[in-house]
Structures are given as structure tokens and as C-alpha cells.
């Protein structure tokens, strides 16, 4: 036998108790929606997971108004140390079912176990440990004393990370003071409506958070309706335009976390075997299901084809398969319509004259499969090297000179997040000053903290989430 | 067994070196290689762990670790019967179970090679043919501190007392000073004390004693310098020094062995000694070397484990895969 052919480890099913009708939840309690209710699928196999309601305008009026009376009479009344209790409590149950979140959150959005388990759900509980913690010491968070909370927040969420950008979102909201109505992704509900059950046993106040269920039109109600005073959103550029418009002329915050396209960048005296981990998790990573994706590799040339060499030599021992095997390096993408989107612009890529190399794996039968992909001789002008592809496909440049490096690394009109390798402290520190992106990572990729700040530059978006300056999002000063 | 025509050594060297090996060609060799990154490294040993090794993958990684086992006694209170009885646990490692395969290797200090070869009799040989052979630790094994002449005649004198296998210590304090030179010259001529009267070799193992080296980056040059001087396989540590070996470490080397295969098509060995006490550990282990140089390299001849307790670890972990349940420590002999 070999032993590479790792004997299957799945982890188990049973830890999760699934119904097979979800409710919104509004006003601590699940309750029918009036929209027409669509199922969850699990991208790894098309089966049927669960029915989810979907919100019609009345439902989120509902939620709203719930929101509002919790808001008005228990949350901002609330002392910052007894909302801070919640949270801490909150982050402790997610701690104690993280096996069963982990779980659906795999089974829903197609990412592997060990992924779902080892990053997403101890990073949701960080973050909401991480908010607990600035709850009562607001005064502290850079608008003086008694800052205050900004009231309803409205919150929408995309598929990729559904319940870690779920408690980016959720955790600092309510430790600033408000209260919260948000919109999972269509297609990633499962995990918010476990974290639902999750908020009933830890007693939050009802109204305090309100989880709505459903498509576009849903996230279109809350972000338009009048008595949301805050709205939050992460996803595409192109819905991101038409909330900023949408929410343009009147008094709601907004903040925006967009696309990205990456220039992760590689100098000739990088640590060359991390490097190749630093790429590969750069962009491999969730399939590349990742806003701050390292999408766009700028190798010095003296390099390139050593590096590309070994790029392909460790791609070759990524397993692709059952999001649910613990061995399962890259799993499902998360739909039917993404998967066709990145089989179009990698179809693009070829047409333009790039050279394509996928790792050669065997593709399941069923669901939606994507092998990690790399393109070389990629120009800056190819649509693969601008435009966003959010899957598993790097689009590999060259550069000369670190001044080349960061012109080519700046030339987008994204700038979410950027990588440097170089063994050289000086050039980095150099290199970072110059580069237009919201997240470097020097001689890391794709790591993130509940302390440090996460956003965009240009296209990528405004505001930041994270950190001090992520609590800001959802304050205003004592006078204002 | 030897991998390599010692002829074209010094040349092979000489070319990559662009000179004759000295302090100045090999420190610009050495350190023109690319750094490492020690959060990085860390980083993706730690992902190599939680591989989830089950059923029939894991029966197979317990032989296997079994059949890549050094099994060692390297005492100062060390008698023949003391090493008698390791080579009986070698040949028969699981006295419940005679289907259980023979460790590789027994490794002793040079003195108490006579007394292994003895107990061994028939049995001594290349674990390829189901044999087992005896390694010596030598050249002043662990410190290493002792003249080239008495490193030179404590290497012979194991060899020609049966010693296929030859486990010595770099001179850590002249690499730690950038006197590579030296280091380089000695395992050159240790590796020409392995001759035996027919003309073959003991195969040479270079311990690192990475412990000692202190920075990955060390670590890397030093594997790059022990196999341009011919070493047949590089180990990580004398296991009287603590950090012996860890999975980072390993990786590293691994990662060494999988640029010199690229490079020159050759196959060196890597043997991580110390500390590796659990089966659990142990198929880390596995999987780093099958998924950094390839499957290929979980032979004997190409990767082993200087151990001792781990023997009776993977035999419980073994047992309990027969028998579904843990038997305990008096289920497995000492020694």
C-alpha cells in the first residue's frame, strides 16, 4: 500500500443535531419568514442539508424593531462590564461547541475540517473573547470619555468565512453598545443559526442580536431600512457600490470590506521553503476563498523558475476531497455559480495566453471542485492578474527591482492585503512603507488577530474591523 | 550499501564549491543558501502533525517504525550482557507476537560492538535482507572533543570490529566558530577511516548535534557541509544534549536531503535521535519525510529513528490495534 494514500479519518456527524426547518431569529426565538424558503446544500456532494426561511420585508421590519426595543430598553442601558459578561460568555460556549460548529460550518461551505477547526471557530472565539474585553473600558477606545454606542447595526456577511465574519462583525457591535440584525450568506446559513442557539443559552437579552436568513433582496431591506443607524458589510466591490450608494445622503455609518487582489511578493533572498508554505496558504488557503488572497505572485526573475518549480512539486501533495477528512487540505468551492466563475476567467486566463498547471488530483463526481491551479507567464494587462478570482488559481508575474515590485504591487484597484519575503529586515520594513494595501504580511500570509486592524484601501473598501480601531466602527463621541 | 564512488566526492564537492574546501569556499557556499524562517518552518511541522494517521495506515506506520528503529544503549554503565540483551529485543522487539518485524539497527559505543555482533550471529546483516546491523557511535562520541588521530582510530577500530554502520559527532564548537573547513576535513577522513579491508564501506551517519547549533539556519548549513563531505546520512543528535530531536528540525534536514536529490540525484539518509518517545510522535515523523522527500525514504537505508523507549510504545499501540485494548507496560519486555 502507500502510505501517502492516508487511510480515511472523517470526523464525525454526530456532534451535530441539525433540524430540518430553520427559522429567523428575531427576538431570541426562531419564527417562521414569509419569504419562500430555500435549502443549503453541501457543496462536497449537492445534498440537501436543511430548509432556511427566507426574510421578506416585513421580517426584517420585525427584526429591526426588535433590535430597537432591545437596544432602547436593555442593551444601552446596560453596563459596559454586565455586556462584556455575554460576551465572555458567548465566546466560552462557542469554545465548547466548537467540534459541532466546525462541523457544519465544513458541511455547509465545502472548507476542510481541519481549516473549520484549527483557524475559523478559535478565531470566532477569540475575537468575541478579544470584545468581551473592551466592554466596559470604552473609554479607552480613542473618542474620549463615554463614547456611545450608534444604535441598530445591519450587518451582511458573505459565504467565505461565514461564521468567523459573523463574530467580526457581531463581537464589537455589541460590546460597543448596540444591537444587531444580520444576514448570513445565502448559501453558508448553517453555522449562524447553530450560533443562534448558541445566543439562547447564553441568555443574551432577546432583540440583542436578530439573524435573518435569505438572499440579495433580504441584505437590500435591512441596509435601505430608515431605523438602522449603522451598516456593516463584507463582500464583492460591485454590492459594495450600491450600498455605499443606497446609504449615501443619509445618517448611517458605513463600513466596507471588499475584494482584493493581492501581490504577494517573493525576493530573491526569501527563506525559499517557507516562502513556497507563505504562497501556498496565501492563496490555497479555503480554496482562495479569501478577500486578502494572495492572488497575485510578483517572484523576482533571478527565482522564478526555481520557484515555480518547487510551487508545483508541493501542490502535488495537496489532497482535494471530503471537507469532513481530517487530511483534507483543499475542499469544496462553495457553489455551482462561483465554481463557473473561476472556470470562466481561468478559461480567460488561457485565451490570453497565460500558461495553466493544476495539480493533477482525482475531481468527486459530485459538487464543485476547482484543482489548485497555477498560471505563469501572466502580464500585468491579463484580466487574471487584475481581476478578482476567488478560488484556487494563482496568477504568477516577475519583477526586477523592488521598485518594479512595488509598482506591480500597487497597479490595482484593490489593496486589501499584501505579502513580502526577503530575509532582509531593512527591505522589508522599505518595501511595506510604499506598498498601498491594508494588511502586509512580511514573510507570513493570511494570519489573523482579534488585536489588529483588517481593511482596505481604493477598491477594497473603507473602515477597518479588528482591534481599537474596529470598535470605532460602532461608536461615536460622548458630544457628537 | 555506501552511497556514493568516493573518488568523485572531493570533485563533486569542488564543483559545487567553485574551489577546494575551505574555510573561505565553504562559507560562501554555505551562506549564500537561502535563510530559513523559524516561525515559518514551525508553522508547516505543525501543520504536518495533524495528519490524522487511522486503521490500516496507522497498523502500517507502526511497522514501519519499528523496522526503522536504531535501537540504542548508549551508557557508561553499558555491559556485553547489557547489549546482549538489546540485540534480543531487536531480533524478537514483541516477545507476544513473533510476526513483529526486527528494528533496523542496534547502536552502541564502539567497545561493545564485539559483543553485539556476537549476539546477532546469523541475524547480523542489511535490514533489507530482514538482518539487523550494528551502528557505533564514534570520534569522541558525544562532546566530540578528542584529536583527528583519536576520532580517526576509535572509527577504524569499530569497523573492523564488525560495525556496518558509523554514528559520529561533528566538531560543533570549530562550525560555531566558522572554521568549516575543519568540520569538512574531519568527516572526510572519518568517512575514509569507515573502509574496510575489502575496499567497502561502513555507512558514515553525521551527527549535527542541532541542540548545540542553536539556529535553523545552522542547522541547514551544517546538513549542506555533512553531505558535501561525504556523509551518508545526516542525524540530528547525540541525545545527551537537550533539544535532541524535534519535528522542525527533522523537516529541515528533510527538506536538506529532498535539495541535494534535485541537485545531484543522490539519496542521503536522515536520522532524528532523541527524544522521540511516543508512536504518536513518531508518525509525525513519517508523515513529514513522506510528504518533504517522498515515500521512497521510509526505508532503512534511508531514514531511521535513534530510540529506545519508542520501541515499547509502538508495540502497546501495536497490541492494541491486534486486540482492541491496551495492554500495559508489563505486556512488553525491557530490553
Same mark, same amino acid.
Given at each position: 500500500?502507500?502510505?501517502?494514500?492516508?487511510?480515511?479519518? +472523517?470526523?464525525?456527524?454526530?456532534?451535530?443535531?441539525?433540524?430540518?426547518?430553520?427559522?429567523?431569529?428575531?427576538?431570541?426565538?426562531?419564527?417562521?419568514?414569509?419569504?419562500?424558503?430555500?435549502?443549503?446544500?453541501?457543496?462536497?456532494?449537492?445534498?440537501?442539508?436543511?430548509?432556511?426561511?427566507?426574510?421578506?420585508?416585513?421580517?426584517?421590519?420585525?427584526?429591526?424593531?426588535?433590535?430597537?426595543?432591545?437596544?432602547?430598553?436593555?442593551?444601552?442601558?446596560?453596563?459596559?462590564?454586565?455586556?462584556?459578561?455575554?460576551?465572555?460568555? #458567548?465566546?466560552?460556549?462557542?469554545?465548547?461547541?466548537?467540534?459541532?460548529?466546525?462541523?457544519?460550518?465544513?458541511?455547509?461551505?465545502?472548507?476542510?475540517?481541519? $481549516?473549520?477547526?484549527?483557524?475559523?471557530?478559535?478565531?470566532?472565539?477569540?475575537?468575541?473573547?478579544?470584545?468581551?474585553?473592551?466592554?466596559?473600558?470604552?473609554?479607552?477606545?480613542?473618542?474620549?470619555?463615554?463614547?456611545?454606542?450608534?444604535?441598530?447595526?445591519?450587518?451582511?456577511?458573505?459565504?467565505?468565512?461565514?461564521?468567523?465574519?459573523?463574530?467580526?462583525?457581531?463581537?464589537?457591535?455589541?460590546?460597543?453598545?448596540?444591537?444587531?440584525? #444580520?444576514?448570513?450568506? $445565502?448559501?453558508?446559513?448553517?453555522?449562524?443559526?447553530?450560533?443562534?442557539?448558541?445566543?439562547?443559552?447564553?441568555?443574551? +437579552?432577546?432583540?440583542?442580536?436578530?439573524?435573518?436568513?435569505?438572499?440579495?433582496?433580504?441584505?437590500?431591506? #435591512?441596509?435601505?431600512?430608515?431605523?438602522?443607524?449603522?451598516?456593516?458589510?463584507?463582500?464583492?466591490?460591485?454590492?459594495?457600490?450600491? #450600498?455605499?450608494?443606497?446609504?449615501?445622503?443619509?445618517?448611517?455609518?458605513?463600513?466596507?470590506?471588499?475584494?482584493?487582489?493581492?501581490?504577494?511578493?517573493?525576493?530573491?533572498?526569501?527563506?525559499?521553503?517557507?516562502?513556497?508554505?507563505?504562497?501556498?496558504?496565501?492563496?490555497?488557503?479555503?480554496?482562495?476563498?479569501?478577500?486578502?488572497?494572495?492572488?497575485?505572485?510578483?517572484?523576482? %526573475?533571478?527565482?522564478?523558475?526555481?520557484?515555480?518549480?518547487?510551487?508545483?512539486?508541493?501542490?502535488?501533495?495537496?489532497?482535494?476531497?471530503?471537507?469532513?477528512?481530517?487530511?483534507?487540505?483543499?475542499?469544496?468551492?462553495?457553489?455551482? $455559480?462561483?465554481?463557473?466563475?473561476?472556470? %470562466?476567467?481561468?478559461?480567460?486566463?488561457?485565451?490570453?495566453?497565460? $500558461?495553466?498547471?493544476?495539480?493533477?488530483?482525482?475531481?468527486?463526481?459530485?459538487?464543485?471542485?476547482?484543482?489548485?491551479?497555477?498560471?505563469?507567464?501572466?502580464?500585468?494587462?491579463?484580466?487574471?492578474?487584475?481581476? %478578482?478570482?476567488?478560488?484556487?488559481?494563482?496568477?504568477?508575474?516577475?519583477?526586477?527591482?523592488?521598485?518594479?515590485?512595488?509598482?506591480?504591487?500597487?497597479?490595482?484597484?484593490?489593496?486589501?492585503?499584501?505579502?513580502?519575503?526577503?530575509?532582509?529586515?531593512?527591505?522589508?520594513?522599505?518595501?511595506?512603507?510604499?506598498?498601498?494595501?491594508?494588511?502586509?504580511?512580511?514573510?507570513?500570509?493570511?494570519?489573523?488577530?482579534?488585536?489588529?486592524?483588517?481593511?482596505?484601501?481604493?477598491?477594497?473598501?473603507?473602515?477597518? %474591523?479588528?482591534?481599537?480601531?474596529?470598535?470605532?466602527?460602532?461608536?461615536?463621541?460622548?458630544?457628537? | 550499501?555506501?552511497?556514493?564512488?568516493?573518488?568523485?566526492?572531493?570533485?563533486?564537492?569542488?564543483?559545487?564549491?567553485?574551489?577546494?574546501?575551505?574555510?573561505?569556499?565553504?562559507?560562501?557556499?554555505?551562506?549564500?543558501? @537561502?535563510?530559513?524562517?523559524?516561525?515559518?518552518?514551525?508553522?508547516?511541522?505543525?501543520?504536518?502533525?495533524?495528519?490524522?494517521?487511522?486503521?490500516? *495506515? !496507522?497498523?502500517?506506520?507502526?511497522?514501519?517504525?519499528?523496522?526503522?528503529?536504531?535501537?540504542?544503549?548508549?551508557?557508561?554503565?553499558?555491559?556485553?550482557?547489557?547489549?546482549?540483551?538489546?540485540?534480543?529485543?531487536?531480533?524478537?522487539?514483541?516477545?507476544?507476537? @513473533?510476526?513483529?518485524?526486527?528494528?533496523?539497527?542496534?547502536?552502541?559505543?564502539?567497545?561493545?560492538?564485539?559483543?553485539?555482533?556476537?549476539?546477532?550471529?546469523?541475524?547480523?546483516?542489511?535490514?533489507?535482507? !530482514?538482518?539487523?546491523? /550494528?551502528?557505533?557511535?564514534?570520534?569522541?562520541?558525544?562532546?566530540?572533543?578528542? *584529536?583527528?588521530?583519536?576520532?580517526?582510530?576509535?572509527?577504524?577500530?569499530? /569497523?573492523?570490529?564488525?560495525?556496518?554502520?558509523?554514528?559520529?559527532?561533528?566538531?560543533?564548537?570549530?562550525?560555531?566558530?566558522?572554521?568549516?573547513? /575543519?568540520?569538512?576535513?574531519?568527516?572526510?577522513?572519518? =568517512?575514509?577511516?569507515?573502509?574496510?579491508?575489502?575496499?567497502?564501506?561502513? *555507512?558514515?551517519?553525521?551527527?549535527?548535534?542541532?541542540?548545540?547549533?542553536?539556529?535553523?539556519?545552522?542547522?541547514?548549513?551544517?546538513?549542506?557541509?555533512?553531505?558535501?563531505?561525504?556523509?551518508?546520512?545526516?542525524?540530528?543528535?547525540?541525545? =545527551?544534549? *537537550? @533539544?535532541?530531536?524535534?519535528?522542525?528540525?527533522?523537516?529541515?534536514?528533510?527538506?536538506? /536531503?529532498?535539495?541535494?536529490?534535485?541537485?545531484?540525484?543522490?539519496?542521503?539518509?536522515?536520522?532524528?535521535?532523541?527524544?522521540?518517545?511516543?508512536?504518536?510522535?513518531?508518525?509525525?515523523?513519517?508523515?513529514?519525510?513522506?510528504?518533504?522527500?517522498?515515500?521512497?525514504?521510509?526505508? @532503512?537505508?534511508?531514514?531511521?529513528?535513534?530510540?529506545?523507549?519508542?520501541?515499547?510504545?509502538?508495540?502497546?499501540?501495536?497490541? !492494541?490495534?491486534?486486540?482492541?485494548?491496551?495492554?500495559?507496560?508489563?505486556?512488553?519486555?525491557?530490553?
Amino acid at each position: 500500500m502507500s502510505f501517502l494514500e492516508y487511510a480515511p479519518a +472523517p470526523e464525525s456527524r454526530s456532534v451535530l443535531h441539525l433540524r430540518d426547518e430553520y427559522g429567523l431569529f428575531i427576538d431570541g426565538e426562531f419564527r417562521p419568514g414569509s419569504g419562500e424558503s430555500f435549502a443549503t446544500i453541501s457543496p462536497a456532494d449537492e445534498s440537501h442539508i436543511a430548509t432556511v426561511a427566507a426574510a421578506s420585508d416585513a421580517d426584517v421590519d420585525a427584526a429591526v424593531a426588535a433590535a430597537r426595543r432591545a437596544y432602547d430598553r436593555t442593551w444601552s442601558r446596560m453596563s459596559g462590564r454586565d455586556r462584556g459578561k455575554y460576551l465572555f460568555r #458567548i465566546a466560552r460556549l462557542v469554545q465548547e461547541r466548537a467540534r459541532e460548529l466546525a462541523v457544519a460550518e465544513s458541511l455547509d461551505n465545502g472548507k476542510p475540517i481541519k $481549516e473549520s477547526r484549527d483557524v475559523d471557530v478559535p478565531l470566532v472565539a477569540a475575537w468575541f473573547f478579544y470584545y468581551a474585553g473592551w466592554a466596559d473600558k470604552l473609554d479607552h477606545a480613542g473618542y474620549g470619555a463615554n463614547p456611545r454606542a450608534l444604535g441598530v447595526a445591519g450587518q451582511v456577511i458573505p459565504w467565505n468565512f461565514p461564521l468567523l465574519m459573523l463574530a467580526w462583525k457581531v463581537a464589537p457591535a455589541l460590546a460597543a453598545g448596540n444591537t444587531v440584525v #444580520i444576514k448570513p450568506a $445565502e448559501t453558508t446559513p448553517l453555522s449562524a443559526l447553530v450560533f443562534a442557539e448558541i445566543l439562547q443559552q447564553a441568555d443574551l +437579552p432577546p432583540g440583542v442580536v436578530n439573524i435573518v436568513t435569505g438572499a440579495g433582496a433580504t441584505g437590500a431591506a #435591512i441596509v435601505r431600512h430608515p431605523d438602522v443607524d449603522k451598516v456593516a458589510f463584507t463582500g464583492s466591490t460591485g454590492v459594495g457600490r450600491e #450600498i455605499a450608494k443606497a446609504v449615501a445622503g443619509t445618517p448611517k455609518k458605513l463600513t466596507l470590506e471588499l475584494g482584493g487582489k493581492a501581490a504577494n511578493i517573493v525576493f530573491e533572498d526569501a527563506p525559499i521553503d517557507q516562502a513556497i508554505e507563505g504562497i501556498v496558504n496565501g492563496i490555497f488557503f479555503n480554496q482562495g476563498h479569501v478577500c486578502c488572497a494572495g492572488s497575485r505572485l510578483l517572484v523576482q %526573475e533571478s527565482i522564478h523558475d526555481d520557484v515555480v518549480d518547487r510551487l508545483k512539486t508541493r501542490l502535488s501533495t495537496l489532497r482535494l476531497g471530503d471537507p469532513l477528512d481530517k487530511n483534507t487540505d483543499i475542499g469544496a468551492i462553495n457553489s455551482a $455559480e462561483q465554481l463557473q466563475r473561476i472556470r %470562466e476567467l481561468s478559461r480567460i486566463g488561457e485565451d490570453e495566453g497565460a $500558461e495553466r498547471w493544476s495539480a493533477d488530483c482525482a475531481i468527486p463526481d459530485k459538487g464543485f471542485w476547482f484543482p489548485p491551479t497555477i498560471f505563469t507567464n501572466v502580464q500585468a494587462s491579463h484580466r487574471i492578474a487584475r481581476d %478578482e478570482i476567488f478560488g484556487p488559481v494563482l496568477s504568477v508575474l516577475t519583477f526586477r527591482t523592488p521598485a518594479e515590485a512595488i509598482e506591480k504591487a500597487n497597479n490595482t484597484p484593490y489593496g486589501l492585503s499584501a505579502g513580502i519575503w526577503s530575509d532582509k529586515g531593512s527591505r522589508i520594513l522599505a518595501v511595506a512603507d510604499r506598498l498601498r494595501a491594508g494588511v502586509i504580511w512580511a514573510n507570513t500570509f493570511n494570519r489573523f488577530d482579534p488585536s489588529s486592524p483588517f481593511g482596505g484601501y481604493k477598491e477594497s473598501g473603507y473602515g477597518r %474591523e479588528g482591534g481599537r480601531h474596529g470598535l470605532l466602527a460602532y461608536l461615536k463621541g460622548a458630544a457628537a | 550499501m555506501s552511497r556514493t564512488d568516493l573518488q568523485t566526492l572531493p570533485e563533486r564537492a569542488m564543483e559545487l564549491l567553485g574551489g577546494v574546501p575551505d574555510d573561505t569556499t565553504l562559507r560562501r557556499y554555505l551562506h549564500g543558501l @537561502p535563510g530559513v524562517d523559524a516561525v515559518g518552518l514551525e508553522q508547516r511541522a505543525a501543520g504536518l502533525g495533524t495528519r490524522s494517521i487511522k486503521t490500516a *495506515s !496507522k497498523a502500517w506506520a507502526l511497522d514501519k517504525i519499528i523496522e526503522l528503529i536504531d535501537l540504542t544503549t548508549l551508557e557508561g554503565a553499558d555491559t556485553p550482557g547489557k547489549v546482549r540483551s538489546l540485540v534480543a529485543k531487536a531480533l524478537n522487539p514483541d516477545a507476544s507476537d @513473533p510476526t513483529c518485524p526486527r528494528v533496523a539497527a542496534v547502536c552502541v559505543y564502539g567497545d561493545m560492538v564485539p559483543y553485539a555482533v556476537e549476539a546477532l550471529g546469523a541475524a547480523h546483516g542489511d535490514p533489507d535482507d !530482514k538482518l539487523v546491523s /550494528v551502528a557505533a557511535v564514534a570520534t569522541a562520541f558525544p562532546s566530540g572533543r578528542a *584529536s583527528l588521530d583519536v576520532k580517526l582510530a576509535d572509527t577504524a577500530d569499530a /569497523v573492523a570490529n564488525g560495525a556496518d554502520e558509523i554514528d559520529m559527532v561533528i566538531d560543533r564548537g570549530a562550525f560555531l566558530s566558522g572554521r568549516y573547513g /575543519v568540520v569538512f576535513d574531519q568527516i572526510a577522513r572519518v =568517512k575514509q577511516a569507515c573502509r574496510r579491508a575489502d575496499g567497502s564501506y561502513a *555507512s558514515l551517519k553525521v551527527i549535527l548535534e542541532t541542540g548545540e547549533l542553536n539556529t535553523y539556519d545552522n542547522v541547514k548549513r551544517a546538513s549542506w557541509l555533512a553531505i558535501l563531505a561525504g556523509g551518508d546520512f545526516i542525524k540530528t543528535s547525540t541525545g =545527551k544534549v *537537550s @533539544p535532541a530531536a524535534t519535528l522542525p528540525v527533522t523537516l529541515l534536514m528533510l527538506e536538506v /536531503v529532498r535539495d541535494w536529490h534535485r541537485t545531484t540525484g543522490e539519496r542521503i539518509g536522515v536520522k532524528p535521535a532523541g527524544g522521540i518517545r511516543a508512536s504518536k510522535d513518531a508518525i509525525k515523523y513519517l508523515v513529514a519525510v513522506a510528504e518533504t522527500v517522498g515515500e521512497e525514504w521510509l526505508q @532503512p537505508h534511508l531514514f531511521r529513528f535513534g530510540a529506545s523507549s519508542l520501541l515499547n510504545d509502538v508495540l502497546l499501540q501495536r497490541q !492494541k490495534l491486534t486486540t482492541g485494548h491496551y495492554t500495559g507496560a508489563d505486556y512488553v519486555t525491557i530490553d
